[in-house]
């Protein structure tokens, strides 16, 4: 429980206002990514950077990360308070993902000093960015069968196969990297060990993919002969896939530790309704059609048990029945919930909802249109949804593989 | 402010407690063997159960303690009713509760409290609500007319039991209501429903004739602001109690994918079944996140919008998820499923009498529309 009285939350909460308010930058003019899944220039790398630098320069983010290593070492309300601000401000990401969200958490809690030291600050102020190598072209889903090798040959690693989906890959400097150091184990899993590996080296080929919006974000990523320092190993050879799992469980959001700021662009249902205000249907008002006015309900039921749900976890006695059955199941009901809002909003739209991003009539830009193809990103990486059923039915409802 | 609204979730040490206490209960006065010699008895419950929930102080748990109730709100009740749901418990305990609330929040000044102080004491109560099939319709068509009533009322809860009848009726075009005692009620004028959930009881009651004391009535808006407020609160603590029966479908469902095989696997294992099940667990999960989130919006005074809300939206949730867990429940058992001794028909036919009873998803989602969306 946090000790932090209602009254030091307040006026925490009204110095981030106010300097969201302040600080929040003026539209650049130029199409900015919805997610950190979607940076596909440099002109929007090098917005974002400034904008992360900024927040965390404010004292904004990484608030509960360790003094020593860029961060503040307070407690962790402080930074759901300055996050809840960001987004109610509609500031941009910070997009700096995978380093923030993921590999920093991870550092945080299983690294050693050494690479909390080497690593952390540089995550915060977005210096460094970091990739995720876990994705192959063969291997998805079945990630405990990742292929890539690493062999090692005196103080290095050797690296041979190829990732792909790799967000950020052409613009990252570090990687979390899940390669197979033993091909021989027994167990598939076995054979895994998990790197904190450096990308500028050579042999190391990152190839922008682009996506099904027209833009970029991720790239295939090849891996010929390169050579990395045998220090980059984490933990010791043979427990990749266990700290690859530990990754997963901050990815999902299932185990807190974060550093903070935005993912993802605020996208709230009250938006969609506030951009239905003229919309009409059969000649009449779209938001007074009994049809629309259903699925509107709906939605926004869908969204309210997700924010409800969180809220219910906090409270000991209500999660006796299916524990951890809130926490698991946070990242299948959010992301669905959010890509059948997203496609609502299309279809609200009347023959407008036919036009994309480029059209000068599409409504708000072609907004919706736009993330509603994005909302895929949440629904397939990180762990399909039917991937995630499987989990939650097996871990939770303990039903057999 | 967001159409989401309001997001508050509390949890008081009272209602834990209340909660251990009445699960612990439930499991052991209501096994399945109990649940199945009740369906085809007359009463529908054991009396000597409901004489041990009387004694726990049940029936009065929210009415004030002045009426020799225990003053804690019908938050407090919600565990108790999520508890029952889970274990197919029924008896006149809802039905008193609600009448208690509606003569409660009717009552101004001096009111005769003879039948307030009965249900506090554990004498089962029940409303006569329903006029038709229609539980959106603004008329009522029962009718008080100089001290004498008119009208046949629907699906009277648990009415064989009750000692006293609120009776829902209409004077002069404004709502009334009129308290009867089970002895003004003849027989003859009552019709045994049969009713698709086999745990619970109900009669058509034809109260034409019958005469209501000057001091048997309840008049004014308080009336109305009352009616609005348990139809409501009827909603909701169905809503707990369909939660909790939602639960335990689940579990029903999920013992048995772990036990039967075939092609030479446990089914448990086929992504058909399995995928319905978590969907079926995130619908149960949605439920009680609501139903709790009602209960700690529910004030000691008439309820608020953010309140109403809350309500409408337990209930539609909560007809949903037993709707599809009760409906899954019979197909994932195959054959067995098509059974009356399998217990999934059991949680079937719930499914089909909760959906309608203090209105239906449609009915409330409706009335969320407009009070989400024409703000
Ligand atoms: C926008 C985006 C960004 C990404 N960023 C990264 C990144 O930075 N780093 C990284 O490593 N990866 C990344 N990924 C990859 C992502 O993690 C994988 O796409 C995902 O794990 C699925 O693997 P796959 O693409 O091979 O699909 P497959 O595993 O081939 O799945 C195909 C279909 O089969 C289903 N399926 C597979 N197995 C099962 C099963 N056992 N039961 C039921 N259904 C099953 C899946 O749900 C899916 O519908 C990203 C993906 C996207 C879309």
Known sequence: ?401 | MSVIGNTALRFSEDQAMIMDVARAFCADRSPMASVRALLESDAGFDPAVWQEMVDMGWPGMTLPEALGGAGLGVAAAVPVFEAMGRSLLGGPLMASLLAGQLLLRAQTGDADDNALLAIAAGVPATIALLDSADWGAERIRCELQDGVLRGVKQQVMEAAAAEWFVVVAQEHNAPVLAVVPATAVARAVRRDHVLIDATRRAQSIDFTGIQVSEEAVLRGPAVTSALHDVRLLGALLLAAEAGGSAASCLDTTVDYLKTRKQFGKLIGSYQALKHPCVDILMAVDSTRSFVYHAATLLGEDALDTDAEIACRMAKAQATETLKYAGDRAVQFHGGMGFTWECDAQLYLRRAQWVQQAFGDAPHHRKRLAHLLLDR
């Open chain 1, 1 to 401: 429980m946090s000790q932090v009285s209602e009254k030091e939350k307040a006026a925490f909460r009204q110095q981030v206002a106010a300097w969201m308010q302040a600080n929040k930058p003026a539209d650049p003019g130029f199409l900015l990514p919805q997610s950190f899944m979607e940076v596909g220039s440099e002109q929007q790398l090098d917005f974002l950077r400034e904008w992360q630098h900024k927040v965390w320069s404010a004292g904004y983010l990484g608030m509960a990360w360790p003094r020593e290593y860029g961060g503040q070492g307070v407690d962790p309300v402080f930074q759901s308070i300055a996050d809840q601000e960001m987004r109610g401000h509609a500031v941009p990401i910070c997009f700096n993902v995978i380093g923030l969200g993921w590999a920093g958490p991870l550092i945080n809690d299983m690294g050693t000093e050494a690479e909390k030291a080497r690593y952390l600050k540089g995550i915060l102020s977005g210096e460094d960015i970091w990739c995720q190598g876990f994705s192959e072209p063969d291997h998805g889903s079945d990630l405990g069968n990742a292929q890539l090798r690493a062999r090692r040959d005196g103080d290095e690693y050797v690296l041979n196969g190829t990732k792909i989906w790799t967000t950020m890959g052409n613009f990252a400097k570090y990687m979390i990297l899940l390669a197979r150091t033993n091909p021989e184990a027994e167990r598939k899993y076995d054979g895994l060990s998990f790197f904190l590996a450096p990308m500028q080296v050579a042999g190391v080929d990152p190839r922008p993919i682009r996506k099904l919006t027209g833009e970029y974000g991720f790239t295939e990523t090849f891996f010929t002969d390169a050579r990395i320092p045998a220090s980059c190993l984490m933990g010791e050879e043979g427990q990749g896939w266990k700290i690859a799992m530990q990754t997963l469980q901050y990815e999902r959001g299932a185990e807190a530790g974060a550093a903070g700021g935005l993912a993802f662009v605020r996208i709230a249902i009250d938006d969609m309704i506030a951009g239905l205000a003229d919309v009409e249907r059969d000649g009449a008002p779209a938001l007074q059609d009994p049809a629309i006015r259903d699925q509107l309900v709906q939605m926004i039921m869908e969204e309210k048990a997700v924010v409800l749900g969180d809220r219910r976890a906090g409270i000991g006695p209500l999660t006796t029945d299916y524990p951890f059955s809130l926490p698991l199941s946070n990242k299948l009901r959010f992301t669905e919930s959010t890509r059948r809002m997203r496609q609502l909003a299309i279809n609200l739209q009347g023959a407008e909802g036919g036009l994309y991003v480029g059209d000068e009539g599409a409504r708000e830009g072609g907004f919706w249109q736009r993330a509603y193809l994005n909302s895929f990103s949440a629904t397939i990486g990180g762990g399909t949804s039917q991937v995630q059923a499987n989990i939650i039915a097996e871990h939770i409802l303990g039903l057999p593989k």
